[in-house]
T-cell receptor, first 113, second 116 residues
Framework: GESVGLHLPTLSVQEGDNSIINCAYSNSASDYFIWYKQESGKGPQFIIDIRSNMDKRQGQRVTVLLNKTVKHLSLQIAATQPGDSAVYFCAENIEPNNNDMRFGAGTRLTVKP | DSGVTQTPKHLITATGQRVTLRCSPRSGDLSVYWYQQSLDQGLQFLIQYYNGEERAKGNILERFSAQQFPDLHSELNLSSLELGDSALYFC???????????????FGSGTQLSVL
């Protein structure tokens, strides 16, 4: 079946460097995508979202890029900090008329001081 | 703090038993969602309620059921528990109806269920 997946299960970066976390989705009908951050012992926390009519959206230190041609989503974190260490999930809204968000497997980001 | 409260934080029980997980959404949110997070399946959508009514159903087993009460809190009931039901169960809430996209979910800290 169709699913959301991640290219890299783990990512280790140096503090201050930029991080890029990738996600592949297979449902071309998905019209809304969210990146969530999950720290140890906590629930997922909303980071940034993007609708399918956009290809880029920026937040504070984060940018999400959407490439519908290849069904690819990425999260860029600028000047990565130790507090960014967490598991990052991409999620897609596979049904346009409800909020059934399907989550990818997650990427663990580790920031080295 | 997301504003979503889940109790209990940890639950240890035996196979065949029944448990109830409780969730209080953020103040003002009418939609409640339940997710299961396990190591092999990741974060799986179970079910959504809006203002007391079931709105969407995902990969929820027949042994599981949920409801949302008039005060908007929700309970997830898990029965005839199996070892494979051990997981982290999250509740999330949103201010939307669930009929439209672009609804940010606010997650609680989860209930860790261990079935022995």
């Amino acid at each position: 079946g169709e699913s959301v997946g991640l290219h890299l299960p783990t990512l280790s970066v140096q503090e201050g460097d930029n991080s890029i976390i990738n996600c592949a989705y297979s449902n071309s009908a998905s019209d809304y995508f969210i990146w969530y951050k999950q720290e140890s012992g906590k629930g997922p926390q909303f980071i940034i979202d993007i609708r399918s009519n956009m290809d880029k959206r920026q937040g504070q230190r984060v940018t999400v890029l959407l490439n519908k041609t290849v069904k690819h989503l990425s999260l860029q974190i600028a000047a990565t900090q130790p507090g960014d260490s967490a598991v990052y999930f991409c999620a897609e809204n596979i049904e346009p008329n409800n909020n059934d968000m399907r989550f990818g497997a997650g990427t663990r980001l580790t920031v080295k001081p | 703090d997301s504003g979503v409260t889940q109790t209990p934080k940890h639950l240890i029980t035996a196979t065949g038993q029944r448990v109830t997980l409780r969730c209080s959404p953020r103040s003002g949110d009418l939609s409640v969602y339940w997710y299961q997070q396990s190591l092999d399946q990741g974060l799986q959508f179970l079910i959504q309620y809006y203002n007391g009514e079931e709105r969407a159903k995902g990969n929820i087993l027949e042994r599981f059921s949920a409801q949302q009460f008039p005060d908007l809190h929700s309970e997830l009931n898990l029965s005839s528990l199996e070892l494979g039901d051990s997981a982290l169960y999250f509740c999330a809430s949103s201010s939307g109806t669930g009929w439209t996209t672009n609804e940010k979910l606010f997650f609680g800290s989860g209930t860790q269920l261990s079935v022995l």
